[in-house]
């Protein structure tokens, strides 16, 4: 039966609406093997979303790649390792953001036919030390004004988000803990995740001090991976006579405060209006929330200015839909449990988002999943993220 | 050394903006000058231990790493900034800024350090 030939709400035409028809990974690792390197973990994880997708490689004509650690290659490095011959190229160096931003140039690209088939991936051989001479260069400012201090990486800044959230909402740490307590419940489900024993509270609130009030716990752990999706016109995809997942509606917001704001007014709030109407779609509509988890504290800023949290009552929220209903987010344990493979954790939830919208996410299969939200977060400027992106995604039928 | 702590302003209307912009996010101007910002208040702390040892700069130097401790201010300019704080620091304390060089060590009594501005910057 062909996909119904819906008005495609994501860009207010009445073309066909492009669909993911596949996602895949390759495993992330915590300490991988030298030869495996940065386009190993991107390779793998094309090669997994192709057969997820049912989808021939000599079949994809559009490649998109997001990587922190690919340099001096690029992406048609990518595509001539891989074999294939493309009428549609991008690289997206937006970390955080750049899955959903990566979506939103593959669909124009489909609906123009500037390409039938298009794969978006992402991936980074990332260890410690990579990490931090990645933090430490992440940008000019960061290299010039930030690593000096010395500061590496995010975390200290994240802390500073955290402390100036909970004054203003009150919080605690034992709120805060919900949210990886609740993602490594999840995690405990994903064989692909690398924390997946259950975690207490007791063992949140004891874990390492990392910069305070951030714990080890608070931050992803750093591995090695790769994430990719596959896209597709709706009548391809109706030929692979598999569920396919729809792009109802996209919005991205970029440098929306210049870093001039408290890093807690975030971009999400902006547009988040404009998304739900074009999605034709409400919130409380959703059966499951990818949002993108770089610190618990970000993951709370999402949920409450994309509307997610009705009343306002944020402690509520944590406590009752996260922690006692487990309530769908994040339910690979996301980056907090499955691990941060660099610019993959711009993609990780997205994967996670096709997965559960296709009925394909095995033993923590979200029962009658048709319509999810996944976000994008990512660019620390200076204090804070200035790359912010969400796209509400459905279940389209066989 | 240090030198006092210097804020981008915008020459057309005033803007302050660090760390510096080339066109000014409120009005597009381009020329730039300087203000002093010389106190501010702590707005959230943390302290970072050491991810190595030693720890090699971007531009070559080898920097002997300890606890950083590293705070919000927010200057009596307005602007928020990054900055590194000597131990017992509070929430809340008015603290003096310094823009010090990248291999700057901490100074005794209750001033803040901040980076100081890239060389583009200070013949601004």
């Known amino acids: 039966m062909p996909a119904p030939r819906q008005p495609n709400a994501a860009s207010g035409t009445t073309r066909p609406a492009p669909v993911i028809v596949g996602a895949g990974q390759a495993r992330y690792e915590r300490h991988p093997a030298v030869e495996r390197r940065t386009e190993t973990f991107i390779a793998e994880a094309v090669v997994d979303a192709l057969a997820d997708a049912g989808i021939h490689r000599d079949e994809v004509d559009g490649l998109g790649v997001a990587s922190f650690s690919l340099a001096p290659d690029h992406a048609i490095d990518i595509a001539w ?21 990566m979506l939103q140039h593959a669909i124009r690209a489909i609906e123009a036919g500037d390409a039938e088939t298009i794969v978006l991936c992402a991936g980074d051989r990332m260890e410690k030390r990579e990490f931090h001479l990645m933090t430490d260069r992440y940008n000019r400012v960061a290299r010039d004004f930030l690593a000096p201090l010395p500061l590496n990486g995010p975390n200290a800044l994240f802390a500073f988000l955290t402390q100036r959230y909970a004054a203003r909402h009150d919080l605690t740490r034992e709120d805060f803990g919900c949210i990886p307590i609740a993602q490594r419940a999840w995690a405990g489900l994903n064989p692909g995740a690398v924390y997946r024993a259950p975690m207490s509270l007791q063992e949140y609130l004891e874990s390492v001090p990392i910069a305070p009030p951030l714990t080890r ?12 999706i596959v896209l597709t016109t709706p009548d391809r995809a109706a030929r692979l006579g598999a569920p396919a997942v729809g792009v109802r509606a996209l919005r991205q917001l970029h440098n929306h405060d210049q870093q001039e704001g408290d890093g807690l007014s975030s971009g999400f709030a902006e547009f988040r209006d404009d998304l739900w109407a074009a999605a034709g779609a409400r919130p409380e509509d959703l059966d499951a929330a990818f949002i993108y988890d770089d610190y618990p504290v970000m993951v709370i800023v999402q949920l409450a200015d994309l509307g997610l949290i009705p009343d306002g009552d944020v402690k509520r929220y944590l406590h009752r839909t996260i922690l006692e209903d487990r309530w769908p987010v994040n339910t690979s344990g996301g980056q907090l449990s499955a691990g941060q493979a660099g610019a993959s954790g711009g993609m990780h939830g997205l994967v996670e988002a096709v997965r559960q919208l296709r009925g394909r996410a095995g033993d923590r299969q979200v029962e009658g999943c048709e319509l999810a939200i996944a976000t994008g977060y990512g660019m620390v400027v200076y204090t804070h993220g200035a790359c912010h992106g969400a796209a509400v995604l459905e279940r389209v039928a066989a | 050394m240090s030198a006092p702590f210097a804020i981008s302003a915008c020459k057309a209307c005033g803007h302050l903006a660090y760390p510096p912009r080339i066109l000014c996010p409120e009005c597009g101007g381009t020329e730039w000058g300087r203000r002093l910002a010389e106190t501010g208040v702590v707005e959230e702390l943390t302290v970072r231990r050491p991810v190595f040892k030693r720890r ?5 130097n080898w920097l002997d790493q300890a606890e950083t401790h590293l705070a919000a201010v927010v200057t009596d300019l307005g602007p928020r900034i990054v900055c590194r704080v000597p131990e017992g620091t509070k929430v809340g304390d008015r603290v003096t800024l310094v823009a010090r060089g990248s291999t700057a060590i901490a100074v005794p009594g209750k001033v803040v350090e901040a980076t100081i501005a890239d060389p583009a910057d200070q013949s601004a």
């Open chain 1, 217 to 228: 716990y608070d931050c992803v752990p750093i591995v090695s991976g790769g994430d990719a």
């Open chain 2, 56 to 60: 090699q700069l971007p531009w070559g």
């Open chain 1, 81 to 101: 390792k891989l074999g294939m011959t493309v009428r549609w190229i991008m690289e997206d160096t937006n970390g955080g953001a750049s899955g959903i931003n």
